[in-house]
């Protein structure tokens, strides 16, 4: 039987940091060999005068160029009262969605208004067609 570290690989699409209104897009992700990703935004702190924290994800045939917002993959609109939030967005990819998806992926984080939002994306590939996976040997299985 696999254990779950052999068959998940955590990637930070967004680091976590303070950040006031503006558009950061994440870092492209390299879906090959995976199935599923599962997006998930971590809301730390987030001022009264914050409007919206939204995300959504976009995806690219090489990586680089010719980004496009995959439909329906996007969580609108944490703000001030949503403090430690942490809602996730489910995209498939690869095997499940052969011919529908393309490569790479990313995460675009969108924040709005006035003051600061801490927050970050972390994305987890699952679904491989291969494990155990290779992942950062830090680990603590209790």
Not at 8 to 22: C, D, E, L, M
Not at 45 to 69: C, F, L, N, R, Y
Not at 77 to 106: E, H, N
Request: charged share 15%; glycine share 12%; with cysteine.
């Amino acid at each position: 039987m696999e254990r779950a570290l052999e068959t998940i690989k955590p990637v930070n699409a967004i680091q976590p940091a303070s950040r006031a209104a503006g558009t950061v897009n994440g870092d492209a992700i390299d879906t090959a060999g995976f199935s599923d990703i599962v997006y998930t935004i971590a809301a730390g702190a987030i001022d009264a005068g914050i409007t919206g924290v939204d995300v959504k994800i976009q995806e690219s045939a090489d990586g680089s160029t010719g980004w496009a917002d995959i439909t329906s993959a996007a969580i609108a609109s944490l703000d001030g009262d949503d403090d430690g939030a942490v809602p996730t967005i489910g995209v498939r990819c690869g095997g499940r969605a052969a011919g529908t998806r393309k490569r790479y992926q990313r995460a675009v984080l969108v924040v709005a208004g006035t003051g600061n939002a801490v927050c970050g994306v972390v994305c987890h590939l699952t679904q491989p067609s291969s494990a155990p996976v290779t992942n950062t040997p830090v680990s603590v299985l209790a």
